[in-house]
């Protein structure tokens, strides 16, 4: 498998994306919020992180001209399943590497309408039941058909006839979706400049791991897997969906793979496997509960202090006070700082502190606390 890394986006992926997570409330200022008050991670970190992806966000937000109900209907997720309107409309064609809004077309209109009517009912099995199998082959042959199976689904009645509704106007809703995206996509482009430092730093990092790594390690690390070697590989970045990674395999006759990456995603994985475990908190918890451990953490609390001196004022032997520290240090709670020849002991408040957060968090907050109060 050849594997190639981009550095310019899909416009097109990128506005339905971003008019996605507008439609649903879920935009990059929203995730940056719950980020650092999840993972209690410092803002300024995050905020460079998010900067020129919230500037472009609502840049095109701000300037697009289509009411709100529009977009509803088109990107609105529908209760807790993964599917709008526009996946049904667009049946994945657009993850399919085009900026040309009019080869789009002509594809969407391809083929006879018993053919349409079987790709229609496979965009439908694959976005409300998650079944997406290639080889399955479907033969229905008119609409009476078509409507059997979405009666089939284990949807409610207004999802069912919203389904039967997009195909009964397919080619209005079709012009007016990709009027929508053509009118975002020409919003990004205005500000593509601010987010080019991101799209080349998403180019050098990936080109690096792809010399250092097998085919089948890349896809391991973004959760993702693949049998089918024979195809290349083109690898994207996505910038409105930048903690996501997903795989589209080719419908067309170029035989390339198609993997659009969040530009973030190795950066929030980062920040999400430092935070706290569980078995972590247990283990730091059960390090907590030892009467004598408890005992040296406050008597250090405000001031350093040496083993000898330790032990003598918590009545305990130097080797005790050794052992308990080993312990006290690797759980990230003691300080060590050196004068002369001894060594000198002190709470690292800011980790305790730390920890107790995510144990609250963990235990007790519900996702509206505001644990910094």
Same mark, same amino acid.
């Given at each position: 498998?050849?594997?190639? /890394? ?8 990128? &506005? ?10 879920? #935009? ?14 410092? #803002? ?6 998010? =900067?020129?992806?919230?500037? =472009? *966000? ?7 001209? =289509? ?17 709008? &309107? ?8 657009? @993850? ?29 099995? #694959? ?17 009476? %058909? ?5 009666? #089939? ?16 106007? *397919?080619?209005?809703? +079709? ?25 080349? %730093? ?36 996505? /910038?409105?969906? $930048? ?12 035989? $390339? %793979? *198609? !993997? @659009? ?10 920040i999400v496997h430092e935070v706290i ?11 907590l509960s030892d009467t004598s451990k ?15 001196? +330790?032990?003598?004022?918590?009545? +305990? ?10 312990? !006290? ?15 000198? @002991? ?16 963990? +235990? ?10």
């Amino acid at each position: 498998m050849n594997i190639k /890394v981009f550095n310019k986006p899909n416009l097109f992926v990128e &506005c339905m994306e971003l008019l996605m997570k507008h439609a649903n409330k879920e #935009s990059p200022r929203k995730y940056k919020g719950d980020l650092i008050q999840k993972y209690d991670v410092q #803002s300024e970190v995050v905020d460079e992180m998010f =900067v020129r992806i919230i500037e =472009v *966000y609502d840049h095109v937000v701000s300037h697009l001209d =289509v009411s709100q109900e529009r977009l509803a209907f088109f990107f609105a997720t529908k209760e807790e399943m993964n599917w709008c &309107c526009a996946h049904l409309l667009l049946m994945d064609r657009l @993850y399919h590497q085009s900026d040309n809004i009019h080869q789009l077309l002509m594809e969407a209109h391809q083929g006879d309408k018993g053919e349409w009517i079987n790709r229609y009912a496979k965009a439908l099995i #694959s976005h409300i039941t998650d079944h997406d199998d290639e080889s399955t082959t479907l033969l229905i042959s008119n609409e009476h %058909e078509l409507f059997q199976i979405i009666d #089939s689904f284990e949807i409610d009645f207004e999802r069912k006839w919203l389904c039967m509704q997009v195909y009964q106007n *397919y080619e209005s809703h +079709l012009h007016e979706l990709f009027a929508i995206l053509n009118q975002a996509a020409a919003l990004y482009e205005q500000k593509m400049h601010l987010i080019q430092p991101l799209l080349d %730093e998403f180019q050098t990092h990936y080109e690096k791991i792809v010399e250092q790594q097998s085919a089948s390690q890349l896809f391991s690390s973004f959760k993702l897997t693949i049998t089918d070697t024979s195809h290349d590989l083109h690898i994207y970045p996505n /910038v409105m969906g $930048f903690n996501s990674a997903r795989l589209n395999h080719s419908n067309r006759t170029d035989d $390339f %793979e *198609y !993997l @659009y990456t969040g530009v973030l995603f190795d950066k929030l994985s980062m920040i999400v496997h430092e935070v706290i475990s569980d078995e972590s908190i247990c283990k730091q918890l059960k390090i907590l509960s030892d009467t004598s451990k408890y005992a040296i953490l406050k008597s250090i609390r405000d001031m350093p202090a040496y083993g000898q001196e +330790l032990a003598e004022r918590l009545n +305990l032997t130097t080797a005790t006070i050794s052992h308990h520290m080993n312990a !006290l240090i690797n759980s990230g709670f003691i300080k060590i700082e050196k004068r002369a020849n001894r060594v000198y @002991y002190q709470m690292d408040k800011d980790k305790l502190s730390h920890f107790l957060k995510h144990m609250y968090q963990n +235990l007790i907050a519900s996702p509206d606390d505001d644990i910094h109060s």
